[in-house]
């Protein structure tokens, strides 16, 4: 998780994705699947700088990203929809996060994300 800048421009969001995503191992970065907001415009600049493909979904379609709907509700148990993560430091970011990566998952096998991902560090 991290914060997306205040300036929601596409070129802003592009270069925050990119370089959040440039912490990961190539082979981890696939693809982004994303919806309708403008604020993904420099879709075309951000598979160049990442060769990530980017997939969006129909309006109105969120089973379209089961996966990311899912996680958005377990963010809900900590942070209320429309909730400022401006006015949440890093650190308490990092707790949910970590929190949230800690618990299994039924999708995983029942592996939590931190060992899934662990996993495919090791592999990498």
């Known amino acids: 998780m991290g914060h997306l800048p205040v300036e929601r421009t596409g070129e802003a969001v592009r270069d925050s994705i990119v370089a959040a995503l440039a912490q990961m191992p190539t082979g981890l970065r696939r693809t982004l699947t994303w919806d309708q907001g403008a604020e993904m415009s420099e879709h075309r600049a951000f598979t160049m700088a990442t060769d990530m493909a980017v997939y969006f979904c129909e309006p109105a379609s969120p089973w379209q990203r089961g996966t990311n709907e899912n996680t958005n509700g377990l963010l809900r148990?900590?942070?209320?929809?429309?909730?400022?993560?401006?006015?949440?430091?890093?650190?308490?970011?990092?707790?949910?996060?970590?929190?949230?990566?800690?618990?299994?998952?039924?999708?995983?096998?029942?592996?939590?994300?931190?060992e899934r991902m662990a996993a495919l560090l090791d592999t990498t």
Do not use: V
């Open 77 to 114: 148990q900590y942070l209320p929809k429309g909730s400022d993560l401006s006015s949440h430091n890093l650190e308490a970011l990092t707790a949910i996060t970590d929190e949230l990566n800690g618990r299994p998952r039924k999708s995983l096998g029942w592996d939590t994300p931190a």
